[in-house]
Structure formats: structure tokens, C-alpha cells
């Protein structure tokens, strides 16, 4: 009995996530790994400069995620609406996997972890421009 329920819910989960993002794409694979990346390297940069853990920074950082798959979600509908290609969705994947590289980057820094200069110049560069 508990394994008929344990196979009826990941049936009923795969379904609700194959709705939601349709053909399972290896970018959207990326963008997850990333994003678990980034929330643990984040972590770490916080504990490297002292400043600990805050439960309402992490609770907001989780929250900033499951939004931007919400995005990911409407892109994939907003394709389906026009023809079923991967346009729109692909985009949003690729607009927000290079946002969670930079993130890593900056959060690699704050560790200490050595960087390229130029790679150090561009973050700042789009720290100013984005302030």
C-alpha cells in the first residue's frame, strides 16, 4: 500500500513538472545546479566574512528562485501559446543561468577564491552600471 502511494505521488509530481516546463531541457539542468551553487556558495561567503546565517536572507534567496522558475513556467506556456517551439522559455533559462554565474562569481570573491582581473573588473563594472 505505502509503495502504490509512494509511485501515485512522483506520478503526480512528474506530471505537474512536465506540464509546467514541458520537454526537460539540459539548460534548465544547468540553471538548477546553479542556482543550488550559488544559494551554498552564498552561504559560505557568509560564513567567511562573519557575518553568519540570517534565516529571512535565506528564506528570501529560496524565495527569489522559485520565483524566477515561475518565469521559467510562464515562458514554457507563453511557447506553448505560440506554437510550441522553445524559444521564449530558452531565453529566460539562458537570461537567468548567466545571472546566477555572476552571483557564483561574486560570491567565489567574497571567499577569496583568486579570480582573473578582468573578470574582477567586468563584476564591477556591472556592479556600477546596474546601481
Known amino acids: 500500500m505505502k509503495e502504490n502511494i509512494a509511485v501515485s505521488l512522483f506520478a503526480v509530481i512528474g506530471s505537474i513538472v512536465s506540464f509546467s516546463f514541458g520537454i526537460w531541457q539540459e539548460s534548465l539542468t544547468l540553471l538548477l545546479v546553479c542556482m543550488m551553487v550559488d544559494y551554498i556558495s ?5 560564513l567567511k566574512e562573519g557575518r553568519g546565517l540570517s534565516s529571512t536572507i535565506g528564506f528570501w534567496g529560496i524565495a527569489r528562485k522559485g520565483l524566477t522558475l515561475l518565469v521559467i513556467l510562464i515562458a514554457h506556456r507563453i511557447d506553448e501559446l505560440l506554437g510550441g517551439g522553445r524559444a521564449v522559455m530558452s531565453a529566460a533559462i539562458y537570461f537567468y543561468t548567466g545571472n546566477e554565474l555572476l552571483s557564483i562569481t561574486e560570491n567565489y570573491a567574497r571567499i577569496g577564491l583568486a579570480l582573473p582581473a578582468k ?10 552600471k546596474d546601481n
Open 42 to 46: 552564498g552561504i559560505a561567503a557568509s
Open 119 to 128: 573578470l574582477k573588473e567586468f563584476i564591477e563594472a556591472f556592479k556600477r
